[in-house]
């Protein structure tokens, strides 16, 4: 066991620094010494050819002797009554006795409620671990040389005077007392085939108790993967709280009450926790539930380790996920009982689903739900979180980083970290605004990749083709986006609208005509995420599925910073149809629910259709902005067709684009779709593109689209495909 120690080992009792355990220890020592030379001059049956179980009266003379406190080389009635005499005076010192404030000893008896008998068995049980050799005395005490442990039988008889006082004993080391609640000893199995009564079972020290004594370690390391300890806040003032609440939640952690933080994560649940323990002087201690309930140690004991470590320490518990206790039965009622035993505050933490109702009926708590801060407060958590913390660039904008990320005081703290490593690897010790717009996606809510596939903005303004007055739509969805804190803040207009304070634009127009590319150019000017529903995941026939789907969809887009891109909208988005059985009544439930979530919905929306006709009314009037994207007429064609070519494409000074945008009447997106296809032909053959590889790629492109090849639309270079039939 780490810890334990051997002659010359890293620990004795008497080079023991911490004066309260070194005094104890030695008392033990005594008590064990002074029963060992009792049954040595008690003797036992002279003809026993087993007696002391092959462990000689000499073997045992010299053990005595060479032991850290041995003094009496003879084996004799007056030795015992100096030992007597020695132990009532520890027993004096001891009563007497401060534990001085650095005395581990003194904080476990303490702060764990330890009495005088409970330390004494714990110190039993640890002496094996300081010197082997005491494991060869309790052979022989027990008469059993395989028994190197003391068992509740040998403790009871070393440190109880009388019987009376023998059956309090054994109480201390049921369920129910520290010892064994704490796990601060253990009992040890007996071996299938050599059972052993309850009573002779061997006493063991834990570990990490050990380790803590002899400070060699403060914190128990099988911790370590699920359990983080977590210091006061500097200023303890958490900005997430209004005042009312945060001295609220002070009053309340004055009791050993069970404070519910709801939320979702990253809007500083653990931040919240750390304000109020900064007040009160106390850590913070923060518990993983699903990674505890993954580890491979057994829930019980690790429920009484990490009981037992926030006890110690002095620190207040933060749960969080409790959510993962909705499942197992036998799990949720194990944890509940470690909840009810602590008799100090406890925070638990949960999404903002609520507390999962399968604890309802069990667990009385306080609830505090915590909502995404408004603008002013994000900014200042801004503000602050930058402070002397990282060095900035000067075009760091906290205002608009404020703006186009609605973050909690959690997930800010870990897009500072991100931007600053994003900058240390391109070199750079100042964060620029770009490291923390790049921050930001990176720690926005990732789950949203399960539902809808991710499109990484990369157009710009000068790409996409349209009218003016569609250009002009665009950028007031970017100039809405941009002025909401203006409006909705200083403005006042937060306090008229209760829903509908997010952005929802319907983006109405044919195939290829620029909506998916509009989107993607929006999400660029913003600094945004576009993530484009997957209709297919989303729809489906069994009844109730597709709420549950567009809830999950519309639950994760709220903390994922991204912009929403149904394309194809109308497939979800439809007219409510008149009820002729249980599924249109269903399929109308749909339409209602979807209603719902877009009025509820804060962030950017975009919906695409080409059957503007298809889409239900109701959504229509809940569109701030609704954008006609026209099938381009020559004019604009001629400009896509040149938009699109890259500068590094190498073309013949045949190709005539004037009239490719006159003869062929199709939108952008079959435009592009010619003009990659013509330059993978001319990659194969000439590796320059022609008029040729572009008149060929039409004409894939129109049997494609079903659209009928004639010589009229080729005009003159019609006989360039004659050319390409006859060879």
């Not at 929006?522 to 597709?546: F, H, P, R």
Request: hydrophobic fraction near 40%.
């Amino acid at each position: 066991m780490t810890g334990c120690c051997g002659r010359g080992g890293l620990a004795t009792i008497i080079s023991i620094q911490d004066p309260y355990l070194r005094l104890s220890l030695q008392r033990i020592d005594r008590i064990i010494r002074r029963e060992a030379l009792r049954q040595r001059l008690l003797g036992g049956d002279p003809g026993d050819p087993y007696r002391g179980l092959l462990i000689s009266d000499d073997e045992i003379d010299r053990l005595l002797q060479s032991l850290p406190s041995s003094h009496c080389p003879v084996p004799d009635a007056p030795s015992l009554a100096k030992l007597d005499a020695e132990i009532g005076g520890t027993d004096e010192q001891l009563a007497a006795m401060v534990p001085p404030p650095s005395s581990r000893l003194g904080r476990l008896v303490s702060r764990l409620k330890l009495q005088p008998l409970d330390r004494d068995i714990l110190l039993l049980a640890l002496v094996t671990e300081l010197d082997p050799r005491y494991g060869r005395l309790f052979g022989f005490l027990q008469d059993d040389v395989t028994q190197s442990r003391p068992s509740p039988f040998l403790a009871m008889n070393l440190l109880c005077a009388d019987e009376e006082r023998r059956r309090w004993g054994r109480t201390r080391l049921l369920e129910g007392g520290p010892l064994m609640r704490y796990c601060l000893v253990k009992l040890l199995s007996s071996q299938p085939g050599s059972e052993r009564p309850w009573v002779q079972r061997g006493l063991e020290a834990d570990v990490h108790v050990v380790n803590y004594l002899l400070t060699l370690a403060d914190e128990d390391p099988r911790l370590s993967e699920f359990v983080d300890t977590v210091q006061p806040a500097d200023g303890g003032r958490s900005l997430v709280l209004e005042a009312a609440v945060q001295a609220r939640l002070l009053a309340l952690a004055q009791n050993p009450v069970v404070i519910y933080l709801r939320g979702a994560r990253g809007l500083g649940r653990r931040e919240a926790a750390q304000s109020v323990c900064h007040k009160m002087g106390r850590g913070l201690m923060v518990v993983d539930l699903p990674g505890l309930l993954a580890s491979e140690l057994s829930l019980d004991d690790t429920l009484a380790f990490v009981e037992r470590q926030a006890v110690v320490r002095g620190d207040i518990l933060l749960w969080e996920g409790v959510e993962a206790l909705a499942e197992d039965s036998t799990v949720r009622r194990r944890w509940l009982r470690a909840i009810r035993e602590h008799d100090r505050p406890t925070f638990i933490a949960g999404e903002e689903g609520g507390l999962p109702l399968a604890l309802r009926p069990d667990l009385s708590v306080v609830e505090i739900p915590l909502s995404m801060p408004d603008y002013e407060t994000r900014k200042a958590l801004w503000d602050r979180h930058l402070e002397g913390g990282v060095r900035t660039a000067g075009d760091v904008n906290t205002r608009r980083l404020a703006n186009r990320f609605r973050f909690g005081e959690g997930q800010m703290r870990r897009v500072v970290a991100t931007a600053r490593d994003l900058a240390r690897g391109e070199g750079s010790e100042c964060v620029g605004q770009s490291h923390f717009f790049r921050a930001c996606r990176v720690n926005s809510n990732q789950r949203l990749s399960d539902l809808a596939q991710k499109v990484a903005p990369h157009y710009r303004w000068e790409d996409i083709v349209l009218p003016p007055d569609q250009i002009r739509q665009l950028r007031e969805i970017v100039d809405h986006v941009t002025y909401r804190p203006l409006v909705y803040g200083k403005w006042g207009f937060d306090r008229k609208l209760a829903l509908s304070k997010g952005v929802n634009a319907l983006f109405v127009g044919g195939p290829g005509t620029g909506k998916t590319m509009a989107a993607n150019i929006l999400a660029g000017e913003l600094g945004l995420d576009l993530y484009k529903i997957d209709l297919s995941m989303v729809v489906s026939k069994y009844i109730g599925e597709t709420e549950k789907n567009l809830r999950r969809i519309f639950s994760e887009a709220a903390t994922s910073n991204s912009i929403l891109f149904f394309d194809e909208a109308d497939a979800i988005f439809g007219k409510r149809s008149e009820v002729r059985d249980s599924h249109d009544r269903y399929a109308n439930i749909e339409v209602a629910y979807l209603l719902q979530k877009m009025e509820e919905y804060s962030g950017i929306a975009i919906l695409a259709t080409n059957m503007r006709q298809s889409l239900d009314d109701a959504f229509v009037r809940r569109m701030h902005f609704t954008v006609e994207f026209p099938f381009p007429e020559e004019a604009y064609r001629r400009q896509i067709w040149e938009l699109t070519f890259p500068a590094e494409a190498p073309r013949y000074d045949d190709v005539d684009l004037d009239f490719m945008a006159r003869q062929f009447k199709v939108a952008g997106g079959n435009i592009r779709n010619i003009i990659l296809s013509a330059a993978f032909l001319a990659a194969a053959d000439g590796r320059v593109i022609s008029m040729a590889h572009l008149i060929h790629a039409a004409k894939r492109e129109f049997q494609k689209i079903g659209k009928l090849v004639v010589d009229a639309d080729f005009g003159p270079y019609y006989r360039l495909l004659k050319d390409e039939e006859a060879t």
